[in-house]
């Protein structure tokens, strides 16, 4: 079992920053990878960023690419993303989850996680 709680989600000017992170227990974290995910209202949810059990590999949205940045620190359980030059389109509710598997092919998708956190609320002003 792995427990998952996300944090640091709130309410931002469009062009401000934001860090959400999530910090995880129940198993050895540095032997999993992690992705965060996010959905808006009446949207499916997307992919946003992943990274590897080592963090030695991460990956991007096309949407996201150089403003956000996936991070983790596995001395403390947690995994953050740091979020740039937010935009309106990137109000959603954003969740962490944990890949279990071996391998790094399927982090885009969300099938291929096993655990999800309940999600923390980010808001864009115009």
């Known amino acids: 079992q792995v427990q998952l709680v996300e944090s640091g989600g709130g309410l931002v000017q469009a062009g401000g920053s934001l860090r959400v992170s999530c910090a995880a227990s129940?198993?050895?974290?540095?032997?999993?990878?992690m992705g965060w995910f996010r959905q808006a209202p009446g949207k499916e949810r997307e992919f946003v960023a992943a990274?590897?059990?080592?963090?030695?590999?991460?990956y991007y949205a096309d949407s996201v690419m150089v403003r956000f940045t996936i991070s983790r620190d596995n001395a403390k359980n947690t995994v953050y993303l740091q979020m740039n030059s937010l935009k309106p389109e990137d109000t959603a509710v954003y969740y962490c989850?944990?890949?279990?598997?071996?391998?790094?092919?399927?982090?885009?998708?969300?099938?291929?996680?096993?655990?999800w956190g309940q999600g923390t609320q980010v808001t864009v002003s115009s």
């Open positions: 129940g198993r050895t974290f540095s032997s999993y990878s």
């Open positions: 990274i590897s059990w080592s963090g030695g590999s991460t």
């Open positions: 989850a944990a890949d279990l598997g071996p391998g790094v092919i399927g982090l885009r998708y969300s099938d291929s996680y096993d655990y």
